[in-house]
């Protein structure tokens, strides 16, 4: 759903081969020494993602540059509400049962949030994401022997069509990317904001491109296909066992076990394009693993918080409608403390954010 960590390989030398943040989405990754084999390992058996609903097109940092692509979308805090569709149902009434491409179950989790046949589900993500800069340009914590010159918070947005037959045209949409949020410190002076528009320029274009089957990747099932969720439990214990199964064959510890069911369950849950009976066992797999801090947010939301050790400590938290099973935003920052050397960037600004919308819609604009 990572996103955001493709980065890690570029500077590792494996290739971008994360590009989740489709979105989203989003996940920015340092570059991995060559001693951290069991995380390439584990980058390695994931396929590229559009993240979050497809959240694409993370920054590549690679030393001292980045490149950024055109990736990820929706605006900031709008809840994942499905719009209106064809024949609306009262709550509570038995959805019929949904078409073989929808989902296993006959009758959903989540009523009302699959498309029927002519429809797609949207899902739109905006990502944002703090860069530094020393005369490069990189993301925390991969600062080098000099410390940052300033900071500057940026947001790309991203946007994928599911079509109710996940065997037919999937369409997505980048851009614009690298939009300036907020220079820090704020007045960076006509030098500074020309260094900036040097090394990383915004870019309107926006980009659109079909593809057949699914999202884009680098397996032989397409992300998202049905066939690409064949394989999981729906019961969430089951579930939770064969993710564990799955990872243990690669993992070298127990630690990097659980490190890896983690990233799966967020990915797939921040994803948004999961059908709602797999959304419904990622969920319930997340809250039976114990790695997950729960609690309810002021509008009614359920936040999940979790802190990882493993390939650079950071704390990430998900928050997802309970009514529909959808994530509504995603947050991550790595681990330092406030006022750390070189960190001139508040405490309450992560390293990564992205929000997503979710709806079902009669057309592709």
Do not use: C
Not at 16 to 36: C, K, N, P, V, Y
Not at 291 to 299: G, I, N, S
Not at 333 to 345: C, E, I, L
């Amino acid at each position: 759903m990572d996103v955001f960590e493709r980065v890690r390989d570029v500077n590792a030398g494996t290739g971008l081969t994360e590009d989740r943040i489709i979105g989203a989405r989003i996940r920015l990754l340092q570059g991995i020494d060559d001693s951290r084999s069991a995380e390439r390992k584990r980058l390695l058996k994931r396929p590229m993602f559009l993240i979050a609903g497809a959240v694409a097109g993370a920054a590549a940092v690679t030393a001292g540059v980045v490149v950024v692509s055109q990736l990820t979308a929706p605006s900031p805090h709008v809840e994942a509400i499905p719009a209106p569709t064809a024949g609306p149902r009262e709550p509570g009434q038995t959805v019929p049962k949904p078409e073989p491409t929808s989902g296993t179950t006959i009758t959903e989790p989540y009523p009302g949030t699959t498309p029927q046949a002519g429809q797609y589900l949207h899902v739109g993500i905006t990502s944002e994401r703090l860069l530094y800069r020393d005369g490069r340009v990189f993301v925390w914590p991969a600062h080098g022997d000099f410390p940052p010159i300033s900071g500057l918070l940026v947001r790309e947005y991203s946007q994928t069509y599911v079509p109710a037959d996940r065997s037919g045209d999937w369409y997505f949409e980048w851009g614009p990317s690298s939009e300036r949020v907020q220079f820090f410190p704020e007045d960076q002076g006509p030098a500074g904001e020309l260094a900036w528009d040097n090394q990383v320029p915004v870019n309107p274009e926006v980009i659109g491109s079909w593809n057949t089957g699914g999202q884009p990747g680098d397996g032989d099932v397409q992300t998202g296909s049905t066939a690409w969720y064949a394989p999981y439990p729906r019961d969430p214990q089951a579930l939770l066992d064969y993710l564990r199964a799955q990872a243990a064959t690669y993992a070298e510890s127990p630690e990097a076990v659980d490190d890896a069911l983690i990233d799966n369950l967020i990915f797939t849950i921040q994803s948004n394009i999961a059908p709602a009976d797999v959304r419904a066992a990622f969920i319930g797999a997340l809250e039976l693993s114990g790695l997950a801090q729960k609690e309810t947010t002021a509008d009614g939301k359920t936040r999940y918080q979790v802190h990882r050790a493993l390939f650079d400590a950071r704390t990430e938290t998900l928050t997802i409608d309970p009514a529909t099973g959808w994530a509504t935003e995603y947050t991550l920052r790595y681990d330092r403390t406030d006022g750390a050397a070189g960190d001139m960037v508040p405490a309450n600004i992560p390293d990564i954010r992205a929000t997503y919308t979710v709806s079902i819609v009669n057309s592709v604009p």
